[in-house]
C-alpha cells in the first residue's frame, strides 16, 4: 500500500470529531521530494489545505506573516535560517501552530520547549501523520484558531483567543462557544508559545496570550509564575515537595503536581503571607 493510500486508510478508519473548517497549512522544508510526499498525503483529506509551500527560512517567515496558516510542518536544518529562527523572526500574532518535521531527532527537547505541538521524524508515516493531524484538530478547535471578537476588550481583541472581561474573570471561546472563566477557580496555567492553556478542575481552557501578558492581568497577590512555563494559582497549593533530580513541585488541592524551578523559598514565603 503507498503513502496516499495508507493515510486514506488511517483517516477514514473513524468519524470526524473535530472542527469541520479546513486546516490552512503552510509546508516548509529545503528537500522538494520531502514536501512533495508530505503534500500529497495531507491532499487527501477535503479538511486539509495546503495553502504554501517554502524552501528556506526568510521565505517561510514572509509566507507565515502573509498567508497566515494555521498550521506549519517546519523542517529544521535548513541553510541560513533554521526552522527555530524562523519562529524567532515572527511576532506572536503571525505564528501558526507548528509540528516540526525533520531527519534528526536530537532537537526534540528544543522543538517542545518551543511549543510545537509534534515532532516528527522523517519520513513521516502514514498513521504517524494521522496521529500528529487529530491532535492539532483538537488544540485548533480548542482555540489556536479562534478568530478576533471586535464585541470584547482585553485580550481577545489584541490576541483572538481569551479576554479580561472587568475584574476577576475571563471570557474563553471554543468551538463556537463562549464561556466564563472566573480567576479563582484557575488551578494554574501552562505556556503553549504564543498560546496559554487555563487548567480549571478536569477542563483545560486554550487562550491567545503569552504569559507575561497573562502576568498583567492576573492579581499579583494570588498568582505566581513559578517557572517559565508556569503560573500558579497560589491558593490552590496544598503542599510543596521534593521531585527526582533536585527538582521540586507544588501539590495543589486536587492532588495535580506543577513543577517549580524558581526559588523554593520564595514560593514558600509567598504561600504564608497568604
Same mark, same amino acid.
Given at each position: 500500500?503507498?503513502?496516499?493510500? +495508507? ?17 490552512? *497549512? ?6 522538494? *521530494? ?7 498525503? =495531507? ?9 504554501? $509551500?517554502? %524552501? ?17 510542518? =517546519? ?16 511576532? @506572536? $500574532?503571525?505564528? @501558526?501552530?507548528?509540528?516540526? &518535521?525533520? %531527519?534528526? /531527532? $536530537? ?7 518551543? %511549543? ?6 522523517k ?18 478547535? +480548542? ?16 490576541r ?11 471570557? &474563553?471561546r ?11 477557580e484557575?488551578d ?7 498560546? +496559554?492553556?487555563? !487548567?480549571?478542575?478536569n ?44 527538582? !521540586?513541585?507544588?501539590?495543589? &488541592?486536587? +492532588?495535580?503536581?506543577? @513543577? ?6 520564595e514560593?514558600? /514565603?509567598?504561600?504564608?503571607? =497568604?
Amino acid at each position: 500500500m503507498d503513502d496516499d493510500r +495508507a493515510y486514506t486508510a488511517a483517516n477514514s478508519s473513524q468519524p470526524r470529531l473535530f472542527c469541520m473548517k479546513p486546516i490552512r *497549512i503552510l509546508l516548509v522544508d529545503d528537500e522538494r *521530494i520531502g514536501r512533495s510526499r508530505l503534500r500529497r498525503m =495531507l491532499e487527501r483529506d477535503p479538511l486539509l489545505e495546503v495553502v504554501g $509551500e517554502c %524552501a528556506e527560512g526568510t521565505a517561510a517567515v514572509e509566507a507565515m506573516r502573509e498567508l497566515r496558516p494555521d498550521l506549519c510542518f =517546519l523542517d529544521i536544518n535548513m541553510p541560513g535560517m533554521n526552522g527555530f529562527d524562523v519562529l524567532d523572526s515572527l511576532r @506572536p $500574532e503571525d505564528q @501558526p501552530a507548528v509540528i516540526f &518535521v525533520t %531527519a534528526y /531527532d $536530537e532537537h526534540a527537547v528544543r522543538a517542545f520547549e518551543a %511549543a510545537a505541538l509534534d515532532y516528527l521524524l522523517k519520513p513521516v508515516s502514514p498513521e504517524r501523520l494521522k496521529k500528529t493531524l487529530d491532535r492539532a484538530r483538537a488544540r485548533l478547535d +480548542a482555540g489556536l484558531s479562534s478568530p478576533p471578537d471586535s464585541s470584547t476588550n482585553g485580550l481577545a481583541a489584541s490576541r483572538g483567543g481569551g479576554a479580561a472581561v472587568g475584574p476577576g474573570r475571563f471570557v &474563553v471561546r471554543s468551538g463556537g462557544r463562549v464561556s466564563f472563566v472566573a480567576v479563582e477557580e484557575i488551578d494554574w496555567i501552562e505556556a503553549a508559545g504564543n498560546y +496559554a492553556i487555563f !487548567h480549571v478542575g478536569n477542563k483545560s481552557h486554550m487562550v491567545r496570550e503569552t504569559m507575561s501578558g497573562l502576568e498583567t492581568q492576573l492579581p499579583a497577590d494570588g498568582f505566581m509564575r513559578v517557572s517559565r512555563s508556569t503560573i500558579v494559582n497560589l491558593r490552590r497549593v496544598k503542599e510543596l515537595c521534593s521531585q527526582p533530580v533536585g527538582a !521540586h513541585a507544588a501539590v495543589l &488541592v486536587d +492532588a495535580q503536581r506543577v @513543577p517549580i524551578t524558581r526559588s523554593l523559598r520564595e514560593v514558600a /514565603d509567598r504561600l504564608s503571607a =497568604l
